[in-house]
């Protein structure tokens, strides 16, 4: 089994960052449950697990506020955008493949 560790970062450290989440649904929310997706947001005091899309178009939305920088077009962006540049992130910082096909839950890495 892989996890996260501690990474001393108080920002962008894994595990504060799931406390953080968890906190914070456990303090806006009338009731949690085990079914209850750690990526949610809340809405009128209870859960709603981040979609995809939704996830994409604030993507599409930052991309295109960057456009002029980047050059990239927003269309180019999406939800499934991030597994992929976690997998290259991790490859580029010389981790091992298998590991990394681990952590991102694809074995065609």
Do not use: E
């Not at 991309?63 to 991030?82: E, F, I, N």
Request: proline content about 4%; charged content about 20%.
């Amino acid at each position: 089994m892989i996890a996260h560790g501690r990474s001393g970062d108080d920002l962008c450290c894994p595990v504060l960052a799931v406390a953080r989440q968890l906190v914070l649904l456990r303090q806006n929310c009338d009731r949690l449950d085990l079914l209850t997706k750690l990526a949610s947001y809340v809405k009128d005091r209870k859960p709603v697990a981040l979609q995809a899309k939704a996830f994409t178009d604030v993507i599409r939305l930052h991309a295109a506020l960057c456009h002029h920088l980047t050059g990239v077009p927003p269309k180019d962006y999406s939800a499934r955008s991030l597994r992929a540049g976690s997998a290259m992130a991790l490859l580029a910082g010389k981790c091992d493949s298998n590991v990394i096909k681990l952590q991102i839950g694809r074995a065609h890495v």
